[in-house]
């Protein structure tokens, strides 16, 4: 089973702590500072212990070697919240989803320096993404909100299904993924289809039980919606929708996380028994080929936990949140698997943003 980001692993993680003691130790830089030649620096969202208030984002400048461990902190004087869930840049902003905390926080872009504070009461929010100057923030109340990224202002909500997570725009329509998860063992397997103009409702397309993450293809043809299963019996999965007809055309097994890079996609499963957990690489224009490994000079990662590819070069940043309630890593990779260099983060590294 995965529980990658709360309420589920949220809820593990508050047992670990209890029951393990939690033993983060401050993140110490590398020996060697690393050297991104296409990027200046990049944000890291850690996000903690759920209800334990300790979300942080921190900043690895590749310029300077610099790290600074709770950036949001240092910079605005306050802490981040509790449970932060989701971190992207759009426009010059970086928006944060801090899930029990219930608010989306807006920061300037350059220098993480809080603009405002998006209060959500009770919704619990969870994922967002953006199209055309608004926001679009899952929920795990059930509802979508849609934020105005110039005034910053709620707009509109509708309801999705049953615990929203991952969403994605593609050809003039809102994906979102309802993952039912907090009704185990009775998961949800839709994802709703929105007019993104008007949030009317057109569709609901069954996938894999507990859909969680969503991406769309670059040129616009395909939704990629994995699944996490059902932690015992059910593997988590990933399905390719076309989004001109909206109909699954094709399904991967043994897949709990992804990203995609083109015509491929760098995906992961998680075993907890496992001494470590495979990455590998799936190509998108061969349906029938096996996913071959990724990682190629003997790398291991004990618990993946999040994924994203720097769109500037290529190279693939992995986290390793370790057992959860230790500091977590950042390794990145070349383009064929080679590990490039790796360094401490906080406690439960999840999402990446590059700045260049």
Same mark, same amino acid.
């Given at each position: 089973?995965?529980?990658?980001?709360?309420?589920?692993?949220?809820?593990?993680?508050?047992?670990?702590?209890?029951?393990?003691?939690?033993?983060?130790?401050?993140?110490t830089p590398p020996p060697t500072p690393p050297v991104d030649t296409q990027a200046s620096g990049i944000y890291i969202l850690n996000e903690g212990l759920f209800q334990h208030n300790n979300s942080t984002i921190s900043f690895y400048n590749f310029d300077t070697g610099d790290f600074r461990a709770d950036l949001f902190l240092e910079i605005?004087?306050?802490?981040?919240?509790?449970?932060?869930?989701?971190?992207?840049?759009?426009?010059?902003?970086?928006?944060?989803?801090?899930?029990?905390?219930?608010r989306v926080e807006v920061m300037d872009f350059a220098t993480a320096k809080s603009i405002k504070a998006i209060s959500l009461p009770g919704k619990s929010p969870r994922h967002i993404t953006f199209h055309q100057n608004k926001a679009y923030v899952s929920c795990f109340d059930g509802d979508v909100v849609r934020i105005d990224t110039a005034?910053?202002?709620?707009?509109?909500?509708?309801?999705?299904?049953?615990?929203?997570?991952?969403?994605?725009?593609?050809?003039?329509?809102?994906?979102?993924?309802?993952?039912?998860?907090?009704?185990?063992?009775?998961?949800?397997?839709?994802?709703?289809?929105?007019?993104?103009?008007?949030?009317?409702?057109?569709?609901?397309?069954?996938?894999?039980?507990?859909?969680?993450?969503?991406?769309?293809?670059?040129?616009? $043809?395909?939704?990629?919606?994995?699944?996490?299963?059902?932690?015992?019996?059910?593997?988590?999965?990933?399905?390719?929708?076309?989004?001109?007809?909206?109909?699954?055309? $094709?399904?991967?097994?043994?897949?709990?996380?992804?990203?995609?890079?083109?015509?491929?996609?760098?995906?992961?499963?998680?075993?907890?028994?496992?001494?470590?957990?495979?990455?590998?690489?799936?190509?998108?224009?061969?349906?029938?080929?096996?996913?071959?490994?990724?990682?190629?000079?003997?790398?291991?990662?004990?618990?993946?936990?999040?994924?994203?590819?720097?769109?500037?070069?290529?190279?693939?940043?992995?986290?390793?949140?370790?057992?959860?309630?230790?500091?977590?890593?950042?390794?990145?990779?070349?383009?064929?698997?080679?590990?490039?260099?790796?360094?401490?983060?906080?406690?439960?590294?999840?999402?990446?943003?590059?700045?260049?």
């Amino acid at each position: 089973m995965h529980f990658k980001q709360p309420f589920f692993h949220g809820i593990i993680l508050f047992m670990f702590a209890v029951f393990c003691g939690a033993s983060c130790q401050p993140p110490t830089p590398p020996p060697t500072p690393p050297v991104d030649t296409q990027a200046s620096g990049i944000y890291i969202l850690n996000e903690g212990l759920f209800q334990h208030n300790n979300s942080t984002i921190s900043f690895y400048n590749f310029d300077t070697g610099d790290f600074r461990a709770d950036l949001f902190l240092e910079i605005n004087q306050r802490g981040l919240g509790d449970t932060g869930n989701d971190l992207k840049r759009y426009g010059n902003k970086l928006y944060c989803v801090v899930n029990n905390s219930h608010r989306v926080e807006v920061m300037d872009f350059a220098t993480a320096k809080s603009i405002k504070a998006i209060s959500l009461p009770g919704k619990s929010p969870r994922h967002i993404t953006f199209h055309q100057n608004k926001a679009y923030v899952s929920c795990f109340d059930g509802d979508v909100v849609r934020i105005d990224t110039a005034t910053l202002e709620v707009e509109q909500s509708v309801h999705s299904g049953n615990n929203p997570e991952g969403l994605c725009v593609c050809n003039g329509k809102l994906y979102v993924a309802n993952s039912g998860g907090l009704n185990n063992p009775d998961y949800d397997k839709t994802v709703s289809v929105f007019d993104v103009n008007t949030l009317t409702l057109l569709k609901t397309i069954e996938v894999g039980i507990n859909p969680y993450m969503v991406a769309a293809s670059d040129n616009g $043809q395909y939704v990629y919606v994995c699944t996490r299963g059902d932690y015992i019996d059910q593997c988590g999965t990933l399905s390719r929708i076309d989004a001109h007809t909206d109909q699954v055309s $094709q399904t991967w097994q043994n897949i709990q996380n992804f990203c995609l890079d083109g015509n491929k996609a760098y995906v992961y499963e998680v075993d907890y028994n496992a001494a470590s957990n495979p990455v590998k690489v799936l190509d998108l224009t061969n349906p029938d080929m096996e996913p071959t490994l990724f990682i190629t000079d003997g790398t291991n990662l004990q618990m993946p936990y999040g994924i994203t590819v720097n769109p500037l070069n290529g190279d693939v940043y992995i986290t390793d949140a370790h057992n959860f309630t230790v500091t977590g890593d950042v390794f990145c990779f070349d383009k064929n698997g080679k590990k490039k260099f790796s360094f401490s983060a906080g406690l439960n590294p999840s999402a990446i943003v590059f700045k260049q």
